[in-house]
């Protein structure tokens, strides 16, 4: 479904390959034990990635329309589990801020340098990650739009890795603090 809404060039064969891989993955989560798991199960099947390898072409149909809400309703469900996960272990905000820093700077690298949505992915990626030098940006916007991401790296890198220590120590400290109360009662 993704090689329809952009133009992805020549890795459109990549896209409709992870089309299907991620069809299947997601399929292994259904149990199809009642009539509605077993109708998602049936939009799950990626029609148009199947259409697009075997004929070239691609098509929309009732199914294709209907598929990528279904993805819609699976990205619902996990990001309810990594809501969970972050607030467990306070990074909410931290990976929040992340990942809309990668998501806009993915946008930005599309408009201003020009190129398909992979290869702005992989820029970005590697700005985010590297020393910002492996990938850059040709125009100005797209140098200074590295910059931005080389830095938002290392600030999150930097402010994760502080949440995630005091989130650990203060669990170790609160499990210290319950056992010396029970001492303390068990003593008096």
Not at 78 to 88: A, G, I, L, M, S
Not at 131 to 155: C, M, P, T
Not at 169 to 182: C, S
């Amino acid at each position: 479904m993704l090689y329809i809404l952009f133009s992805w060039g020549p890795e459109t064969v990549n896209i409709a390959y992870i089309d299907i891989i991620l069809s299947c993955f997601l399929a292994t989560k259904i149990k199809p034990d009642s009539l509605k798991h077993k109708l998602m199960l049936l939009v799950l099947v990626p029609f148009g990635s199947i259409n697009f390898l075997i004929f070239g072409m691609t098509f929309v149909n009732l199914v294709d329309i209907i598929h990528a809400p279904l993805y819609l309703y699976f990205v619902k469900m996990y990001y309810h589990k990594f809501v969970e996960f972050t607030e467990t272990n306070s990074l909410g905000i931290t990976i929040i801020l992340l990942y809309s820093i990668i998501f806009i700077s993915f946008i930005v690298t599309m408009i201003v340098e020009n190129v398909s949505p992979l290869n702005s992915l992989v820029m970005v990626s590697n700005a985010f990650t590297s020393n910002g030098y492996s990938i850059l940006g040709s125009s100005g916007w797209g140098k200074i739009n590295s910059l931005i991401l080389v830095w938002s790296g290392f600030l999150l890198s930097g402010v994760g890795t502080a949440t995630l220590t005091v989130a650990i120590v203060m669990k170790h400290v609160d499990k210290e603090f319950d056992r010396l109360e029970k001492l303390v009662k068990k003593n008096k």
